[in-house]
C-alpha cells in the first residue's frame, strides 16, 4: 500500500502533537517528585570523613531505575543538635525541592543555591548551610567568609530551584531517630537532576498508543475498507 505525501505530512503532525502532550505528562510527574525520581523504600547509609564536604555519605540497597545509586555522594549536615557517628543508618531519602512535612519550613531554596554557587572552605559552606537549614536549632555562622555566602544566597537565592543538570539537595531522614540520640542526624547529599527527563513509566506505553490509533484512522479515512456485496 502507497501512502500520499498529504498522509505522510499528516501522520508527522500527530506525531509531533503527540510528542509535546507526553512531554506535558513527564513535566507535570517531574514537577510533583520535586525533579527526581526516588524510592519510596528505606535505603542505608554509611557516614565517612571527608575533604570535599562536611562528610561523604556512602547509599546501599537502592533498588535500580532511580536518580541515585548505590555509591558515594558528598553529604551535608543540617541538624546541629545531634552528631553523625560513624556507622550505617537506615533513612527515607527526599527531594528538598518537595520535603517531608516536618522538614517544610527549612530554607531550601537557599540551601540549594549555596550548593550551585560554592565559595570558601568546606567550614564555610557547612557554616552557610547551617544559618539556612538548622532542624531543631538556630545557628548563627562565625567565619567572614560563611557570611559572604549567606548574604550572596539572601541577595540572590530566594525562590531558587535547580535546574536538569544542576545540583539539588536530597534529604536523608532517619527512619529511627530516638530523642536526644547523639549517633544520627538529618543530613543532605548532593545528588545532580538528570539533564534530560526520564519519562514515566506509564506516559511511554500511552503515547505509543495513541500515535498507533492516530495512524489506523488516518489510513482508514485514506483507503476505506471495501465490503462484499
Not at 506535558?24 to 524510592?39: E, F, K, Q, R, T
Not at 537506615?90 to 554557587?117: A, Q
Not at 568546606?122 to 567565619?143: E, H, K, L, R
Amino acid at each position: 500500500m502507497r501512502v500520499s505525501t498529504k498522509v505522510k505530512r499528516n501522520l508527522a503532525i500527530h506525531f509531533a502533537i503527540l510528542m509535546a502532550f507526553s512531554l506535558i505528562l513527564v513535566s507535570h510527574v517531574a514537577a510533583a517528585d520535586g525533579g527526581l525520581n526516588l524510592p519510596s523504600t528505606p535505603v542505608i547509609i554509611e557516614v565517612h570523613n571527608s575533604t570535599a564536604s562536611y562528610f561523604d555519605i556512602t547509599l546501599s540497597y537502592v533498588p535500580l531505575g532511580y536518580d541515585v545509586t548505590n555509591g558515594t555522594y558528598l553529604g551535608w549536615c543540617v541538624d546541629t543538635s545531634a552528631n553523625m557517628d560513624p556507622g550505617t543508618h537506615e533513612v527515607t531519602l527526599y527531594s528538598s525541592i518537595n520535603p517531608p512535612g516536618t522538614l517544610t519550613t527549612e530554607k531550601w531554596d537557599m540551601v540549594n543555591y549555596i550548593l550551585n554557587h560554592k565559595q570558601g572552605t568546606v567550614q564555610d559552606i557547612q557554616q552557610a548551610i547551617w544559618y539556612f537549614a538548622d532542624i531543631n536549632g538556630n545557628y548563627t555562622p562565625t567565619s567572614p567568609a560563611a557570611w559572604t555566602i549567606v548574604n550572596d544566597a539572601l541577595a540572590n537565592g530566594t525562590g531558587f530551584v535547580p535546574a536538569n543538570g544542576q545540583i539539588v539537595a536530597v534529604i536523608c531522614f532517619p527512619e529511627t531517630m530516638l530523642s536526644g540520640s547523639p549517633s544520627v542526624q538529618v543530613s543532605i547529599i548532593e545528588v545532580m537532576i538528570p539533564i534530560v527527563p526520564e519519562f514515566p513509566s506509564l506516559a511511554i506505553p500511552l503515547v505509543f498508543a495513541l500515535a498507533t490509533l492516530s495512524i489506523v484512522i488516518l489510513l482508514r479515512r485514506r483507503h476505506p475498507p471495501t465490503h462484499a456485496r
